[in-house]
């Protein structure tokens, strides 16, 4: 019985001791939690900080200041290392203000926008020109402010244009000094598209990721639709996940945020971080 006991007690501090260190590129997405975060935010936070994050990415709170969210971050250990901000906010100078006091506030190293505006499905050339001007005029000013501008594709940027597709309008058309890309594997993947094959296409403009997998039998889509209950647990669905992260590694992306939008988030999550952190512990460099 004596044994017994001590083997459990030795079996829980070695995966607390596990927990404790997940190295800082493995973050969460808090988008992940937000039903939670709805009614109790200090108790998923300390969740989160028992998953065994850092850092995260997340927006403003709900009824509360930039500041007040850094304050009650630090209060679990975790560090914003990267925010949202609406593309409006971007193309409006004094909305643009605010989102680099907000993202200072947070103490935020990357501003991502998730979404271009648009007609319904309807994604056309002149949605990425415009696109193309405000990222390089938002990311210059941000550049001035010490912070990096990215953008989140979501599937529809994938549709045919000339010898390839709008997206790579969009990356050939704005300057990386001022702007780049978080790659969100779930919306690659969704179009048809391979993510290991864009890394390995522009491996200079990817910085941060979204881990996410889908289920093996989910359907292709282009406009940037999908049922959330599709995501799985990563390593168990349709992504190539050995291949996504030997291109990552090799292109040196910073963070690499899990991002469950499932109703299964809380007892997803962990099982996520026990397969990516194989391939980011420091045995693994």
Same mark, same amino acid.
């Not at 050339?125 to 001007?133: G, H, L, M, Q, S």
């Not at 405000?134 to 000013?141: E, I, P, W």
């Not at 780049?180 to 179009?191: A, C, L």
């Given at each position: 019985m004596k044994k017994a006991i001590f083997a459990l007690l030795l079996s829980t501090s070695v995966a607390a001791g596990l927990s404790a260190q997940l190295p800082d590129a493995l973050g969460v997405q808090l988008y992940s939690f937000r039903e939670q975060l709805k009614t109790d935010v200090p108790g998923t936070l300390q969740k989160v900080k028992n998953m065994g994050f850092r850092t995260v990415e997340t927006s403003v709170f709900k009824d509360m200041s930039a500041a007040g969210a850094k304050k009650l971050l630090d209060q679990y250990g975790l560090k914003a290392?990267?925010?949202?901000?609406?593309?409006?906010?971007?193309s409006d100078p004094e909305k643009l203000a605010?989102?680099?006091?907000?993202?200072?506030?947070?103490?935020?190293?990357?501003?991502?926008?998730y979404?271009?505006?648009?007609?319904?499905?309807?994604?056309?050339?002149?949605?990425?020109?415009?696109?193309?001007?405000?990222?390089?005029?938002?990311?210059?000013?941000?550049?001035?402010?010490?912070?990096?501008?990215?953008y989140h594709p979501h599937g529809f940027e994938f549709r045919p244009y000339g010898?390839?597709?709008?997206?790579?309008?969009?990356?050939?058309?704005?300057?990386s000094r001022y702007f @780049?890309?978080?790659?969100?594997?779930?919306?690659?993947?969704?179009?048809g598209q391979d993510p290991a094959a864009w890394l390995r296409k522009y491996p200079k403009r990817w910085k941060t990721m979204h881990m996410k997998d889908q289920k093996k039998?989910?359907?292709?889509?282009? @406009?940037?639709?999908?049922?959330?209950?599709? @995501?799985?647990?990563v390593g168990t669905g349709n992504q190539d996940m050995p291949a996504v992260m030997r291109e990552a590694k090799k292109i040196g992306i910073r963070y690499y945020f899990i991002e469950d939008e499932s109703s299964r988030s809380i007892e997803q999550v962990p099982k996520s971080v026990e397969y990516l952190n194989k391939f980011l512990s420091p045995e693994k460099k």
């Open positions: 290392v990267s925010t949202g901000a609406d593309f409006n906010e971007l605010a989102v680099i006091q907000n993202a200072k506030a947070l103490g935020s190293e990357f501003v991502v926008c979404w271009i505006p648009h007609q319904g499905d309807d994604f056309t050339i002149e949605d990425v020109k415009k696109a193309v001007t405000v990222f390089n005029a938002a990311g210059k000013t941000l550049k001035k402010n010490k912070l990096k501008l990215l010898d390839g597709v709008l997206f790579d309008y969009l990356v050939q058309n704005t300057r @780049n890309f978080e790659m969100d594997i779930y919306w690659i993947k969704s179009p039998d989910t359907p292709g889509d282009q @406009n940037g639709h999908s049922d959330v209950e599709w @995501n799985v647990v």
